[in-house]
Structure formats: C-alpha cells, structure tokens
C-alpha cells in the first residue's frame, strides 16, 4: 500500500537539510567584489521602487494641506436639528386654472422666497425637492405656527368698492357681490363690488411706524404704474359718497379677508382719487402683523395652493446640546480606538492612530467643501466612519503580520508591501457594499437622514485614502529606519496576538459544526420574527403620519398626570410618554398649530411651570406613506444591490450566503426593536442600512480569503478552506469589531436619546454582524457550493509560506480529500 499524499503543497513540505556548497561548486556562482554593484544596475529595474513612496508621499501632503486650508477658511453648514430651528415642506397642488408641476412649484419657490426674506429670518434656506415639494429651513424660528401661516397662505390680495354694509343676521347680498365680515365693526358685514386691483399691482410693501399721526403700525403700498390709476378711481368714485356712508370705505382683502377698509379722507377730491401711486393700509396692527402683511402682500400670490405636509422644530438649546454631546462622545470613542490599535499593534498602530487624525480632517474639509448639511445623523455617521476606517488598517496589519511570521525576515519593508497588496481587493469589495448603503440613504431618505448617507460616503472614501495612502507613507518611513529593523518587535508585526495566539493553540475547526451553527441562527430569526408578529413594531410619525411634541417642563411631571391634562385639553387619542431626563412627549394623529399650543397651555397649568417645547414633528399622512414605502424599496434595492454586486466579484453562492446572513443580521435587529417597543423611525432606517453594509463587510473579508486561497490550492475541499479562512480573518473580525464599538459605545452614552436608539441598533448590528459571517454566511456558502459545484479553477501561482497549513488543517485536507471546489 503506498502512502496518503500529503496535501500540502510541494513548496510547504518539509524539506531536506540542503548541504553547504563549495566555492565554484554546482552552477551557481558566488558573489564577489567584482559583481556589477546596484548604481550600475538597469534604472527600469529599480526606478518603480525609488519613485513609488515619493508620489505617495506628495499625494497625501497634498491632500493633508488642502483639507487643512479648507478647514480653516470655511466653516460647516449645521442643519437645524443642530443649530435650533424650523423647517417646513411645502407641497403644490393643482388649481382651477394652473397644473402644479416643476414650473409652477418653481414659480411658487421664488415668491416664497421674497416671503421668506422678508421675515428677517437669519440665513435661510429654500429649495426644491423633487417636482411637487419646496423646503424652507427657518433658523433661530420657534413658533412654526406664525412662520406656517405667512409662507404658506396663497395671498391673493384684490381691491374692492364697497357698495353697501349688511349684518350677520342677514348674511345675504346682492346678486354678483360678496358679503365679507367687517374687522372694524363686529357683527357688521361689507358688500364688496367687483375687484379693480390685484396683487399683481403691488411694486413693494413696507412696515413703517407712522409717529407722526400716531397711526401705529401701517403698510405702505406702492402700486405699479397701471395699478396706481386704478387705485386713483376706485378712491375717487368713493370719496363722492357721503361721510359715514359705507360707499365712501375701500376694502383691502387678502386671501377672501377684509384686512383693511380704509374710509377716505375729507381732502380727497371727488372723481379724483388718491394719486401719487402710494397708499397706506391701516388696521391697528403690531409690528409682527405689519411685518407678516407686508410680507405677503411684497412676495405676491401663489401660482398655485400649498400644504404643509412635513414640519420639524428643533429648540436651540436641544441642538448645542446634541452638538456638545456628539463631540465628547466623538473624542472620547476616537482616543480609545486610537489607544486601543496602538496597544495592538503598537508602532504601527500609533501611526495608524495618527492618520485617523488625517482622517477626521480630510473628512470634514470634504464635507464643507462639498455644502454638505451636517446633521445630528450625520455627525453619527461621521463618527461612525472613523470607528470604519480602522478596518482598513487593521486588514493591512494583520496580512502583515502573517507575512512577518511566516518567513521572519529581517526585511521589515517586504511584509508591509505584501500586507497593502493583499489586503487591497477586500478593502475594495468591502467599502464598495457600504457605499451602496450608503448611496440608498441619500436617494431614498428625507431631511437629516440624507445628510448620514452624505457623511457616511464621504467617510468611506476618505477612509481608503488615509489606510491606502497616508497610512502607507507613514508605515513605509517607519519601517525602512535601521533603529526600526533592529527591534521588530516595536513594530507590533513581529509579535502573534493574543488573539491568534489563542487561535494557534485551539486550532478549532468552526465549519464543522455548521449545521449547529445554522439550527441556532435560525431559531434567533424565529424569535426576532415572534417579536415582530406578537409585539409588532412601534413606527414613528415618519411612517404613520401624525405629530410628535417633545416637551421640556421646568418643574417634575409625571407621564400619568401629563397624559390626563392632554385628555382634558381634547386628545383622548394622544400617546404620551417620558422622554429622557423629565422630559414628555406627546404623539396624535392629527394636531394643528393652535392645537398644540392649546397642549402646551395645559400641561403648563398641570406642572405649575414653565413648559418648552424642544422638539416638534409634522407629517402629513400622504408624507407618512410615501415614506413607508421608500424604506421598503430602500431595504430591496439593498438587498439587489449587494446580491447583484457579490455575484460579480465572487458566485452566486457566496453572494447568496452574504444576502442571507445580512437579512438574519436585519430581522434580529429588527426583532429586538420590536421585543424593546423602541421606536422605528427614519434614523432607524438609517441605521438598518447600515448594519447591511457592515454585515457584508464582514462577510466578504472572509470570503475574498476563501477565493484567494481556492485559487492556490484549487485541490483541498471548500469546507477546509472556509475554515481556514475563517481563523486567519478572525483577528481581524475582533480588532475591527472592538474599534467600531469604541465609538458606538460612547454615542450611546453619551450622544443623549436621539443618538441611543441609533448606537443601539448599530452595535447590535457589529456583534451580529461578526458572528453572523462566522456562523451563517461560511455555513450556507459551504452547504451551497456542496449541492452546487462551481467548476474547478486552474492553478494560480505557487503558494507562499504564509500559506502553509497547521496540523489540523493537514489533516482535515488528507481526510476530506478534493470535496466541492468552489
């Protein structure tokens, strides 16, 4: 019987001792003083060498110095969650005569826009969404009820004879007029004749303080040349009606509103009118009323109707806060990572801490380079990237680190080199999933959740060029100084881990079990989806349409005596609940502005103090199902996206299996919000997606080991190497992992509840994450390729020594034999 064939390769048997040649021996040739010295070697061979760190070098200066420049010289756009605000959506919608579309929604922007100026609101935004929708962003503006009623209201201002007064009782008027209550004399009604002057007539309108005959406030008017001669007539045609008579008034409506009816002046000349093409409105008015008229009346009507279906108001108290909270919890989660990697791997770790620096500096001169809007979400997401960014490092350092330990080389630079060239295809494939991610927030999510997906791209591709670039610079430097290569073990490459340490001593054999793995995965999907069915999900006002209040009460009250006042104010129906420290909030259905104002007064009467409003939402209901719906279409196309991607670069099992394992990573995410009753919200969202571009990350470390070592050793069975590549990538799992919860940690912390929900979610979704790659995603990879064989790929180059096989894993080759091969 001849012996089992070893199943290591020819390269990783053991060899014989090979015995000292003499000199001039065998046909090679000893070197000696005489052989060609390097300065005369070819300059093609060694100029790749020379010029490669010197480009790298001059890159990363480059971009270091312009990120710094931009830093300095601009300063971030914080949205209004951040700084204290409102922000109204505005939807048109079709009138008698004109179609709400792109064109007249643009023409509706730019009188809004006159509106908007007019209130003297500082640095305010507005802009088109799509084709029907106009975003107005309100800084330093609390009361969104005022702000609503100006901006909102269609102002169709007209001028009307008044040609007889009625009463209430009698609401009835002659055929072919209008009979419109009279804001001078409750109870009376004015008969209005056709109008003889529109808005359209109006050049400008300004709010004066008239001193002189201490009129108060008033609206000056200055009409157009065609409408200042009709104003001229219908003041002249009333100045013949006797004094008293209600023929001698003119009114002034707005929107089917007598705000104005004006009797003329004594002095005016009958048939003659009031010339000159100005006029004045008074009406008892404050300078806040003055204001808003002037305002409306300046900015003109509206081409067409608008709704209000989305407004937010953030208390600026509640935005320093979550921007102080944020930044601590940003510094203390990034100096334990960086204090973490340092121990780790020590020199290079430092330096690697270092350029995470680079990076929250590229990444925020990217950001307001770009404009972009930086929210509450995407400081998270901003923070978030950074506890990303590690990975890329770490996957460098530890194919370093196996390099180093195969061959102990004194050459420090060559496992370096090797480390950035190996790890480039999986720090590809695994930022290119989060970019996906990432991208769906920005197409398919609204207000500040848009700004995470902005923050969280330009996170990831700053992250590839700070571990590709800057990170590669500094690792080159430090490792070609002699006192360096002296002491390898400074680097941190030349020691095991403790982490593969305990791995090289346990030698385990994960894939083994696999159908153990997979019977427990399983049972937690059921258990998530038992929460989901029994206890059902908790959606916001995002998705359901309705308000949400968060009140904060100067004095302690409890939620039941809250919820009482709020019945007692006519809100039976409302969700009340404690928010945070003392606070309450208060969800319905349907609110409008007096309404809520109508609850703030009660729960003020019920504590006996001062009660602020430090957050409000409105969604319209047609808002709340469109957005339903795009998180459902976001959720698919996620799932497509990364199916159709990982088919691409690996098969269509192993894609299979990293959709798999991320939809199990999503349901118990899901399920554990759901068993919690924690809200489902578009911050939820926005954490959901990117768990999916974290769980695949992880994924397809391992996987792109599997398909590397397939290629070298295209003999051994897929189980052999899944396992394999498990433990080689489970270092870099653990270190990985622990850098992201770092961050998370201190954002649950510390980032307040706006932020606790989301690092909840997210952490959830690392820890899953990891251990769903391990034992989901290699197990259904494996049972698929089994039932499923791809055809056998030809031979790629010889195997290095960093992949020669442990006892176990030998045996395990020997006795499994070829398998499936994958």
Same mark, same amino acid.
């Given at each position: 019987?001849?012996? !089992?064939?070893?199943?290591?390769?020819?390269?990783?048997?053991?060899?014989?001792?090979?015995?000292?040649?003499?000199?001039?021996?065998?046909?090679?040739?000893?070197?000696?003083?005489?052989?060609? /010295?390097?300065?005369?070697?070819?300059?093609?061979?060694?100029?790749?060498?020379?010029?490669?760190?010197?480009?790298?070098?001059?890159?990363?200066?480059?971009?270091?110095?312009?990120?710094?420049?931009?830093?300095?010289?601009?300063?971030?756009?914080?949205?209004?969650?951040?700084?204290?605000?409102?922000?109204?959506?505005?939807?048109?919608?079709?009138?008698?005569?004109?179609?709400?579309?792109?064109?007249?929604?643009?023409?509706?922007?730019?009188?809004?826009?006159?509106?908007?100026?007019?209130?003297?609101?500082?640095? /305010?935004?507005?802009?088109?969404?799509?084709?029907?929708?106009?975003?107005?962003?309100?800084?330093?503006?609390?009361?969104?009820?005022?702000?609503?009623?100006?901006?909102?209201?269609?102002?169709?201002?007209?001028?009307?004879?008044?040609?007889?007064? &009625?009463?209430?009782?009698?609401?009835?008027?002659?055929?072919?007029?209008?009979?419109?209550?009279?804001?001078?004399?409750?109870?009376?009604?004015?008969?209005?004749?056709?109008?003889?002057?529109?808005?359209?007539?109006?050049?400008?309108?300004?709010?004066?303080?008239?001193?002189?005959?201490?009129?108060?406030?008033?609206?000056?008017?200055?009409?157009?040349?065609?409408?200042?001669?009709?104003?001229?007539?219908?003041?002249?045609?009333?100045?013949?009606? /006797?004094?008293?008579?209600?023929?001698?008034?003119?009114?002034?409506?707005?929107?089917?509103?007598?705000?104005?009816?004006?009797?003329?002046?004594?002095?005016?000349?009958?048939?003659?009118?009031?010339?000159?093409?100005? &006029?004045?409105?008074?009406?008892?008015?404050?300078?806040?009323?003055?204001?808003?008229?002037?305002?409306?009346?300046?900015?003109?009507?509206?081409?067409?109707?608008?709704?209000?279906?989305?407004?937010?108001?953030?208390?600026?108290?509640?935005?320093?806060?979550?921007?102080?909270?944020?930044?601590?919890?940003?510094?203390?989660?990034?100096?334990?990572?960086?204090?973490?990697?340092?121990?780790?791997?020590?020199?290079?770790?430092?330096?690697?801490?270092?350029?995470?620096?680079?990076?929250?500096?590229?990444?925020?001169?990217?950001?307001?380079?770009?404009?972009?809007?930086?929210?509450?979400?995407?400081?998270?997401?901003?923070?978030?990237?950074?506890?990303?960014?590690?990975?890329?490092?770490?996957?460098?350092?530890?194919?370093?680190?196996?390099?180093?330990?195969?061959?102990?080389?004194?050459?420090?630079?060559?496992?370096?080199?090797?480390?950035?060239?190996?790890?480039?295809?999986?720090?590809?494939?695994?930022?290119?999933?989060?970019?996906?991610?990432?991208?769906?927030?920005?197409?398919?999510?609204?207000?500040?959740?848009?700004?995470?997906?902005?923050?969280?791209?330009?996170?990831?591709?700053?992250?590839?060029?700070?571990?590709?670039?800057?990170?590669?610079?500094?690792?080159?430097?430090?490792?070609?100084?002699?006192?360096?290569?002296?002491? /390898?073990?400074?680097?941190?490459?030349?020691?095991?881990?403790?982490?593969?340490?305990?791995?090289?001593?346990?030698?385990?054999?994960?894939?083994?079990?696999?159908?153990?793995?997979?019977?427990?995965?399983?049972?937690?999907?059921?258990?998530?989806?038992?929460?989901?069915?029994?206890?059902?999900?908790?959606?916001?006002?995002?998705?359901?349409?309705?308000?949400?209040?968060?009140?904060?009460?100067?004095?302690?009250?409890?939620?039941?005596?809250?919820?009482?006042?709020?019945?007692?104010?006519?809100?039976?129906?409302?969700?009340?609940?404690?928010?945070?420290?003392?606070?309450?909030?208060?969800?319905?259905?349907?609110?409008?502005?007096?309404?809520?104002?109508?609850? &703030? !007064?009660?729960?003020?009467?019920?504590?006996?103090?001062?009660?602020?409003?430090?957050?409000?939402?409105?969604?319209?209901?047609?808002?709340?199902?469109?957005?339903?719906?795009?998180?459902?279409?976001?959720?698919?196309?996620?799932?497509?996206?990364?199916?159709?991607?990982?088919?691409?670069?690996?098969?269509?099992?192993?894609?299979?299996?990293?959709?798999?394992?991320?939809?199990?990573?999503?349901?118990?995410?899901?399920?554990?919000?759901?068993?919690?009753?924690?809200?489902?919200?578009?911050?939820?969202?926005?954490?959901?997606?990117?768990?999916?571009?974290?769980?695949?990350?992880?994924?397809?470390?391992?996987?792109?080991?599997?398909?590397?070592?397939?290629?070298?050793?295209?003999?051994?069975?897929?189980?052999?190497?899944?396992?394999?590549?498990?433990?080689?990538?489970?270092?870099?799992?653990?270190?990985?992992?622990?850098?992201?919860?770092?961050?998370?940690?201190?954002?649950?912390?510390?980032?307040?509840?706006?932020?606790?929900?989301?690092?909840? !979610?997210?952490?959830?979704?690392?820890?899953?994450?990891?251990?769903?790659?391990?034992? &989901?995603?290699?197990?259904?990879?494996?049972?698929?390729?089994?039932?499923?064989?791809?055809?056998?790929?030809?031979?790629?180059?010889?195997?290095?020594?960093?992949?020669?096989?442990?006892?176990?894993?030998?045996?395990?080759?020997?006795?499994?034999?070829?398998?499936?091969?994958?």
């Amino acid at each position: 019987m001849s012996p !089992a064939p070893d199943p290591r390769a020819p390269e990783d048997r053991p060899r014989p001792p090979r015995r000292p040649r003499a000199a001039g021996s065998g046909t090679s040739k000893p070197r000696t003083a005489t052989s060609r /010295p390097a300065a005369s070697r070819p300059a093609a061979s060694r100029t790749p060498k020379s010029r490669a760190p010197l480009w790298r070098a001059l890159v990363a200066l480059a971009v270091v110095g312009l990120s710094l420049y931009v830093a300095l010289t601009q300063s971030a756009r914080l949205g209004l969650d951040l700084r204290g605000g409102t922000q109204i959506v505005l939807e048109t919608k079709d009138a008698p005569k004109v179609k709400a579309d792109a064109a007249s929604t643009d023409r509706a922007l730019e009188v809004l826009r006159q509106r908007v100026d007019a209130l003297g609101v500082s640095e /305010p935004g507005i802009a088109r969404s799509g084709e029907k929708r106009i975003i107005v962003e309100l800084p330093g503006v609390q009361d969104p009820r005022k702000a609503a009623e100006v901006i909102g209201r269609t102002a169709q201002l007209s001028v009307h004879p008044v040609t007889g007064e &009625t009463t209430e009782k009698k609401k009835a008027a002659p055929e072919g007029a209008r009979a419109l209550p009279d804001p001078d004399r409750p109870g009376s009604r004015l008969v209005l004749g056709p109008a003889v002057l529109s808005g359209d007539g109006v050049k400008d309108a300004e709010a004066i303080l008239d001193q002189q005959s201490l009129a108060g406030w008033t609206v000056s008017l200055e009409f157009r040349s065609g409408a200042g001669d009709a104003w001229a007539r219908v003041t002249g045609e009333a100045a013949c009606a /006797p004094q008293g008579a209600p023929e001698r008034r003119v009114a002034i409506t707005l929107d089917d509103k007598i705000i104005s009816a004006p009797s003329v002046n004594p002095d005016v000349v009958c048939k003659t009118g009031i010339t000159g093409g100005s &006029t004045q409105i008074t009406g008892g008015f404050d300078q806040a009323e003055a204001r808003d008229l002037a305002a409306l009346v300046k900015g003109g009507a509206l081409p067409v109707p608008v709704d209000v279906v989305e407004q937010r108001t953030v208390g600026a108290t509640l935005g320093a806060d979550a921007i102080a909270a944020s930044t601590q919890a940003a510094l203390i989660g990034i100096a334990l990572t960086a204090l973490f990697i340092t121990v780790v791997y020590r020199l290079l770790g430092a330096l690697a801490a270092l350029a995470l620096a680079l990076y929250g500096l590229i990444s925020y001169a990217a950001l307001v380079a770009l404009g972009a809007t930086l929210t509450l979400p995407g400081l998270a997401g901003f923070v978030l990237a950074i506890g990303m960014a590690v990975d890329a490092n770490v996957l460098v350092f530890e194919r370093a680190r196996e390099e180093y330990l195969a061959v102990r080389s004194p050459d420090l630079a060559k496992p370096v080199r090797t480390g950035f060239a190996k790890a480039w295809s999986a720090v590809i494939d695994s930022n290119v999933t989060t970019l996906l991610a990432a991208g769906l927030l920005f197409f398919f999510a609204t207000g500040p959740v848009k700004g995470f997906g902005v923050t969280l791209c330009v996170g990831v591709l700053a992250s590839m060029v700070t571990a590709l670039v800057i990170t590669r610079c500094f690792a080159d430097f430090a490792v070609g100084r002699e006192s360096v290569r002296r002491r /390898p073990a400074l680097t941190g490459i030349a020691t095991t881990g403790r982490v593969r340490a305990w791995l090289s001593r346990r030698d385990p054999d994960l894939v083994r079990h696999r159908r153990r793995w997979l019977g427990a995965s399983a049972l937690l999907v059921v258990v998530a989806v038992a929460g989901i069915v029994l206890r059902g999900l908790d959606f916001g006002v995002e998705f359901t349409g309705g308000r949400l209040v968060e009140y904060s009460t100067s004095r302690p009250l409890d939620a039941d005596k809250a919820r009482e006042a709020v019945s007692d104010a006519g809100f039976p129906r409302a969700v009340v609940q404690e928010s945070g420290e003392g606070d309450i909030t208060v969800r319905t259905q349907k609110l409008t502005n007096d309404e809520q104002r109508r609850v &703030t !007064a009660a729960l003020e009467e019920e504590s006996g103090g001062a009660v602020t409003v430090e957050r409000d939402e409105l969604i319209g209901p047609s808002l709340g199902d469109e957005l339903r719906q795009k998180a459902l279409i976001a959720l698919a196309i996620a799932v497509g996206a990364q199916l159709l991607y990982l088919s691409v670069r690996f098969r269509w099992t192993f894609a299979a299996a990293a959709v798999s394992a991320m939809v199990h990573d999503v349901l118990l995410v899901v399920g554990l919000f759901a068993w919690l009753g924690k809200p489902v919200d578009s911050v939820f969202l926005a954490a959901v997606l990117t768990v999916i571009g974290y769980s695949v990350n992880d994924t397809v470390v391992v996987f792109d080991r599997v398909r590397e070592a397939r290629r070298r050793d295209p003999r051994a069975g897929l189980a052999f190497l899944a396992n394999r590549a498990v433990v080689r990538t489970l270092p870099r799992t653990v270190n990985t992992g622990m850098g992201a919860l770092f961050i998370l940690a201190a954002l649950a912390v510390l980032g307040g509840d706006s932020l606790a929900d989301f690092s909840l !979610a997210l952490i959830t979704g690392v820890v899953v994450g990891m251990a769903s790659t391990v034992f &989901t995603a290699v197990p259904i990879a494996v049972a698929l390729e089994e039932r499923s064989p791809a055809e056998p790929p030809t031979a790629g180059p010889r195997k290095t020594s960093t992949d020669a096989y442990s006892p176990l894993e030998a045996r395990h080759g020997k006795e499994r034999g070829t398998g499936a091969v994958v």
